[in-house]
């Protein structure tokens, strides 16, 4: 059974960082690309950054490009999100997506939501002005 689990949610002030952790279990977490969403109140769910399967290729949206970064740890089937300066327009729940490496996307990980065949359950990140 896979699993994703995210961690380091909260409440932080505008301009602070946070980091979240995504653990993988129940998949071979070196074959997948992974990606990190954000889904805010009413809005739909948007990729805010993807990994490739090696960590060599990553991938931002504009509205975090310089201030998120994506890593990952195959030995630890783990991947993170740095989050620096932080602002109220961040606040969302943030998912963690795994997405099966292909001949297409194994250089280029997807930003497309409908590519990843794995979710977590998604942490809140609250940032107060």
Known sequence: Q?????SGGGVVQAGGPLTLSC??????????NMGWFRQAPGKERDCITAINWNGEK???G???KGRFTIS???????VYL???SLKPEDTAVYYCAADLANII???D?????SAYDYWGQGTQVTVSS
Not at 72 to 78: G, M, Q, V
């Open 58 to 60: 990553t991938n931002y």
């Open 72 to 78: 990952r740890d195959n030995a630890k089937n783990t």
């Open 23 to 32: 653990a993988a279990s129940g998949l071979t977490f070196s074959m997948y």
């Open 2 to 6: 896979v699993q994703l689990v995210e």
């Open 62 to 64: 504009d509205s975090v």
């Open 105 to 107: 996307t194994y250089a």
């Open 109 to 113: 990980p997807s930003a497309n939501p």
């Open 82 to 84: 740095q989050m620096n």
